[in-house]
């Protein structure tokens, strides 16, 4: 995907490059409200959050609480609270022409091509900002399976990520923390209940919260299953990823 990107944006005219993903679906004020935003804020690198719509499925939904919620994702995709540092990606950013030219556009990488292009961006001092304004309508996902495939490969791009920049958030072990705890919670048991306690109340407040942001009770309860493939998912692809690059040197 960055190597197709870099071919448009060298074909490209203007002083800013957009770029959205492909399972995105932009609403009709999006480019004026991007236009906006840059004649009022001086900036070399913006992204924004992405939602869902009323039409999509009920699992799009949930898929879409879990990627977006600060319960799940600490709000790091697109969020004014977050746990850390904002990074724009690809579903929603844009870029100053200069700038990408500078970077020499996206890395020849699969996984997490977008996140390595952003904290380059950041390394070398760029502006970046978080237009909350600017939101595009991200279509994710339609099944469980398809959902724990790509959150998998997160979790593995995340490993690639901390092999080159060793200096990595903190915040991209949670997942893999939260699988181990919960595998050693399971063991255990009954001697760790309050283990389990903790992560049924975490499961209860997404229902809650996932519920009352979408109003359907049926969504809130898929907002569980897809949080745990989340978590889950990411988490695999994380720690065999990690033992295939750090273990085994691969």
């Known amino acids: 995907a960055g190597q197709a990107r870099n071919y448009g944006v060298e074909r490209s005219n203007g002083e800013f490059v ?23 804020h001086d900036v070399d690198v913006f992204g924004g959050p992405d939602k869902a719509l009323d039409t999509f499925t009920p699992i799009q939904k949930a898929i879409n609480y879990s990627m977006t919620s600060f319960l799940t ?31 020499h556009g996206f890395a020849p990488i699969r996984l997490a091509e977008d996140t390595d292009f952003s904290i380059r961006v950041y390394k070398e001092g ?10 595009v309508y991200h279509k994710r996902r339609s099944t469980f399976k398809t959902f724990y495939k790509q959150v998998h490969n997160f ?4 490993i690639n990520l901390i092999k080159a920049y060793p200096e990595i958030k903190i915040e991209y072990f949670f997942p893999a923390l939260f699988l181990l705890f919960l595998i050693c919670s399971v063991l255990a048991a009954p001697w760790l209940i309050w283990g389990m306690l903790l992560i049924l109340s975490y499961f209860s407040l997404i229902f809650i919260t996932s519920t009352i942001k979408n109003k359907n009770i049926k969504v809130g309860g898929l907002s569980v299953i897809t949080s745990f493939i989340q978590h889950t998912g990411y988490a695999i692809g994380f720690i065999s990823n990690f033992w295939k690059r750090f273990i085994l040197n691969k």
């Open 73 to 103: 994702t600490g709000g790091i995709r697109g969020s004014k609270k977050t746990i850390g540092k904002y990074y724009p990606r690809s579903f929603n950013m844009g870029i100053r022409r200069t700038v990408f030219d500078a970077l």
């Open 18 to 40: 957009v770029i959205v993903d492909s399972d995105c679906i932009l609403p009709s004020q999006y480019i004026e409200t991007i236009a906006r935003e840059l004649n009022e």
């Open 126 to 135: 760029y502006k970046v900002a978080f237009f909350e304004s600017v939101y």
């Open 155 to 158: 979790g593995t791009g995340r």
